[in-house]
């Protein structure tokens, strides 16, 4: 992103900090009248202040928005040009209550466009979870006995 903001002045492809979904699932877990009430200043704490500004993420082609969660890497991806909101997972059903999490992820980012772009109305802009096709990895278990190395394929 350095690279590509130094010789074009913009960068196209955007990452949310991986903190920004640790957070927003912590406080997702609380009843609703204890979660925080996101605004647009909230997000900036989750980019490089001295290199992307909230206000970047409008002319930007992707954002991704990478999670930890249950001990499992995914990500989402925003294309901003069609507003269409992917989820980019390498196990084939994800963990459980991923889904609850795209859909608490979308409409979270769904109400921060609608502000970041003055859209007053969240149903101006649609966005519908769409997983990427992508292949599967397997699932594998390394571990050690004697110093020997084991990788088991379940």
């Given at each position: 992103m350095y690279f590509e903001k130094r010789s074009t002045g913009l960068i196209k492809r955007i990452i949310f900090s991986p903190m920004f979904a640790t957070h927003f699932l912590e406080d997702n877990k609380k009843r609703i009248v204890n979660r925080h009430v996101w605004q647009v200043d909230d997000y900036q704490a989750y980019f490089h202040n001295d290199l992307v500004r909230v206000e970047d993420l409008l002319s930007a082609d992707w954002v991704f928005i990478p999670v930890l969660s249950g001990g499992h890497w995914w990500c989402y991806a925003l294309q901003v040009c069609s507003m269409k909101f992917f989820v980019i997972d390498s196990l084939e059903k994800g963990i459980r209550g991923r889904v609850g999490i795209d859909r608490s992820i979308a409409k979270n980012i769904k109400h921060f466009w609608s502000q970041l772009s003055n859209t007053?109305?969240?149903?101006?802009?649609?966005?519908?979870?769409?997983?990427a096709k992508i292949p599967v990895q397997p699932n594998t278990l390394v571990y050690m006995w004697n110093d020997v190395l084991f990788l088991c394929f379940h």
């Open positions: 007053l109305e969240d149903s101006k802009i649609d966005f519908n979870v769409i997983v």
